[in-house]
């Protein structure tokens, strides 16, 4: 036996230990994957007012020349 042969024989054993690792844990994606709940939000609450806009800076008043 060479090591080639033992090379190709050995990563074989590799690939198949890393696929049945990947079906064991599930396919990547969306697919297969459980559907989460949707949240239904409370219909008895009213919708929060919006907040008061946050103050800009120091107000400058014009000063008349006398």
Not at 2 to 8: I, L, M, W
Not at 13 to 38: D, E, N, S, T
Not at 46 to 56: I, V
């Amino acid at each position: 036996m060479s090591s080639e042969s033992v090379g190709g024989i050995f990563g074989a054993i590799v690939a198949a230990i890393v696929l049945a690792v990947a079906v064991v844990f599930g396919p990547i994606g969306q697919y297969g994957k459980p559907v989460k709940p949707a949240k239904a939000e409370p219909a008895a609450m009213a919708p929060a007012a919006p907040a008061a806009p946050a103050p800009r800076g120091p107000v400058i008043k014009e000063v008349p020349n006398q």
